[in-house]
């Protein structure tokens, strides 16, 4: 069966906006425009089609990504969700990281709003071209310049305006098309009306010479990157709309310009041109260069081009329980094709699957596929063991593409169920949660028997939790959130560890010398084996890391995991007859626990990044109170009449602000927060700390 649409006719997007800034509006008036849905799902009764999860519907936010499917004038776009919400950060970035282009959303009344900052950095590092959309043209204070502006202030980008509004505000009834040279004004506008039809007409004379000159700008600022079109403009040739669209186009693809387009969603105005700049401007898979990644076997780097005639390999960017087919495996195709019920190969975890079904995603509807080709984005239902960020592959040719990192999480909570028929649900479901989501973890703490959930943030944890209770029907009770904290020494060391028990019968007998050393914040754990050949044989080499794991897994100061060490074992000694793994893994965990308490331990506390915006009457307030929460101000910008204000701050200190927050400004303000780095706590904290665990 050969593929539906050429791959020079494939886009895949994601719309990348602040909360609050028309992402679900717009996506939903595109899947209306390209004939998906029927009925235009409205945010605000809480129908829209992307966000089928019953919290984000509550929460009116976007948390887990979807992909789905639409055609606009014979070409297939696959729309990836990407969620708002700093919190999710993750979520964004595991987008990110498998779609072609996006469409940066923008408020044309806030503009670049701080965390569109943060999301645009992030396609930044990935080199994802983007078009901008200045939405909400109709509101009060709308203004398409003032968020040009912005864009190079803020982001740095080179905005190029394709685009000017015709009337603003209530008056906003259409665009002009600088490339084109004509207008488009809607009709139909009333908000019911979703199938409101616009027209091509000439420029309104009132516009012809704002519009002359910002073409004029459009046409100076790309001929920057290319020669001949240089050429032509300087010496006064005329060029075509065909010329322009080119060289921009090119300029986009390297990331170098962004596109700027205008309009309402809500008012259905504006999402026609939107799509077809999609089409203009944003690669098709068949742009980008081949994928990297490394032959497993040989240890080489390898490529795969975008080419269905080259060997298969994909990415899976996201896993979710569904209710109906179990769980579906969404995938990204960079090469090649696979036929339904193909067996493929994980090469990071050396494992086949079995690809049972394709399915094409609509949000909850579905068609199923019989193959499916590169750049195509699909959910596999039959995947047993791949988790996201893992690369399938053809057996016969493997490739590990580069895979995601995800940060360790910073809170956790101990979760209890609530009744005998609870127990049972919870520990499956809260692994299928953990298959579906690389930032969550479970795990039992020994020592007290309770199961201990972990995560990126409050409202993480949070939204687990009512997922249990919604999508599995599990009752459970959650305690206080705690810190992830960690532990490291200040001072290398060595140390011993002898584990020798020779009283009757059969000995044990293991015997190691340590070099414990602190390595650099991030740095995680090497071990290497130093020790001079013979005074350990080798078979009990691995054997004595696993012990100094172990050792790790609980610090000598308040039992918290420890970090950042490198450990070499450098002598010891063995017995011919009593010498065992268990006891060289026993003299391991002896000789770490040794070391960690001569090397000075210390503590590690999680800090995050906070971003608060507030009216400026409260700045004296909110500085107060986040002095009181060992905050460090970073900056303090302002932006219209609002106070934008940075600053680190440890998580431990964090727990209620929004609350403190809510009452500081009357309910004005609002903070995003991520996490940053782990940071050690002052002599005082800590001693509050192992004071409270003892
Ligand atoms: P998201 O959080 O980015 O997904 O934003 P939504 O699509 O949920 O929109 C947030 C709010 O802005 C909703 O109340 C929308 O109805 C409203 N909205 C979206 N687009 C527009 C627009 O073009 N003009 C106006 N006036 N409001 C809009």
């Known amino acids: 069966m050969p593929r539906k649409y050429p791959l020079n006719k494939v886009r895949n997007i994601g719309i990348m906006a602040h909360i609050d800034a028309g992402k679900t509006t717009t996506t939903e008036r595109i899947l209306y425009y390209t004939g998906k849905t029927y009925k235009v799902g409205e945010v605000n009764d809480g129908s829209a089609e992307m966000d089928w999860m019953i919290q984000e519907r509550e929460r009116g936010i ?26 999710f950060t993750i979520e964004v970035e595991r987008s990110i990281r498998v779609l072609d282009g996006a469409i940066a959303l923008f408020c044309a009344v806030g503009g670049v709003e701080p965390q569109s900052e943060t999301v645009w ?24 310049f003032g968020a040009a502006k912005m864009m190079v202030e803020r982001l740095h980008a080179r905005p190029v305006l394709v685009q000017i509004p015709i009337g603003i505000e209530e008056k906003f009834t259409g665009v002009v098309d600088l490339v084109e040279r004509c207008a488009y004004i809607w009709s139909g506008e009333d908000q019911g009306d979703y199938g409101a039809t616009f027209d091509k ?8 010479s704002t519009a002359a000159k910002y073409r004029e700008k459009l046409i100076e600022t790309i001929a920057e990157y290319d020669d001949l079109f240089m050429e032509k403009y300087v010496s006064g040739v005329e060029v075509t709309a065909q010329e322009i669209k080119a060289v921009l186009r090119k300029a986009t693809l390297k990331a170098l310009v962004t596109p700027v387009l205008c309009g309402s969603a809500f008012r259905n105005k504006g999402v026609q041109p939107l799509l077809d700049a999609v089409i203009d401007y944003l690669p098709a898979p068949s742009d980008l260069p081949p994928i990297v990644g490394q032959n497993t076997e040989t240890g080489e780097s390898v490529t795969r081009a975008p080419d269905d005639g080259a060997t298969f390999s994909a990415l899976a960017f996201k896993v979710i329980s569904d209710p109906h087919v179990g769980k579906l495996t969404y995938i990204r195709v960079y090469s090649g094709h696979c036929e339904e019920g193909a067996f493929m190969y994980n090469p990071g975890r050396d494992r086949n699957e079995r690809l049972n079904r394709l399915l094409l995603m609509h949000a909850n509807q579905r068609t199923q596929v019989e193959e499916i080709f590169t750049g195509d984005i699909v959910a596999v239902v039959g995947i047993k063991e791949t988790k996201t960020g893992d690369t399938i592959c053809d057996p016969d040719h493997p490739i590990l593409i580069e895979p995601m990192i995800f940060p360790e999480p910073v809170i956790s909570i101990a979760i209890e169920p609530r009744t005998k028929a609870d127990e049972d649900k919870l520990s499956t479901s809260l692994s299928r949660l953990v298959d579906e989501d690389p930032t969550f973890r479970v795990m039992m703490d020994q020592e007290t028997g309770q199961t201990i959930i972990s995560g990126m943030g409050e409202l993480h944890l949070d939204i687990i939790v009512d997922r249990l209770r919604r999508e599995f029907n599990v009752e459970a009770n959650v305690g206080k959130p705690q810190v992830a904290y960690r532990e490291t020494i200040e001072e290398k060391v060595e140390a011993e560890g002898r584990f020798v028990k020779q009283s009757g019968g059969h000995g044990q007998y293991g015997h190691v010398w340590l070099r414990i050393e602190p390595m650099e914040p991030g740095f995680g754990f090497e071990f290497a084996n130093q020790a001079k050949g013979g005074v350990i044989p080798n078979e009990y080499i691995p054997a004595v890391e696993k012990g100094v794991i172990e050792a790790m897994l609980t610090g000598v100061l308040a039992g918290y995991p420890m970090v950042d060490l490198c450990v070499t074992l450098f002598n010891g000694s063995f017995h011919p007859v009593d010498s ?30 906070l971003e608060v915006v507030i009216p400026s009457a409260n700045l004296g307030d909110v500085i ?3 002095q009181q929460r060992r905050a460090k101000i970073e900056e303090i910008k302002i932006r219209n009449d609002l106070q934008i204000l940075q600053a680190d701050v440890p998580l431990s200190e964090m727990f209620g602000y929004a609350t403190d927050l ?22 005082e904290v800590q001693e509050h700390i192992c004071g409270k665990i003892i």
């Open 62 to 87: 976007t948390i887990t990504s979807a992909a789905t499917q639409c055609e606009w004038e014979g070409y297939c776009f696959n729309i990836i969700d990407t969620p708002g919400h700093v919190d």
């Open 121 to 144: 950095r992030q396609a930044d590092r990935y080199h994802v071209p983007r078009i901008a959309f200045v939405n909400k043209m109709d509101r009060i204070g709308a203004d398409l």
């Open 201 to 208: 007409v000439p420029i309104p004379r009132t516009l012809l």
């Open 580 to 609: 065992s793994d268990l006891a060289f893994k026993i003299a391991g965990s002896m000789a770490l626990r040794e070391g960690a308490r001569k090397g000075r331990p210390y503590l590690l506390e999680p800090i995050m990044s």
């Open 624 to 626: 107060g109170n986040l």
């Open 662 to 683: 809510r009452s500081i400004t009357q309910g004005r303000g609002t903070h995003t927060m991520q996490f940053s780095h782990y940071a050690r706590v002052s002599n």
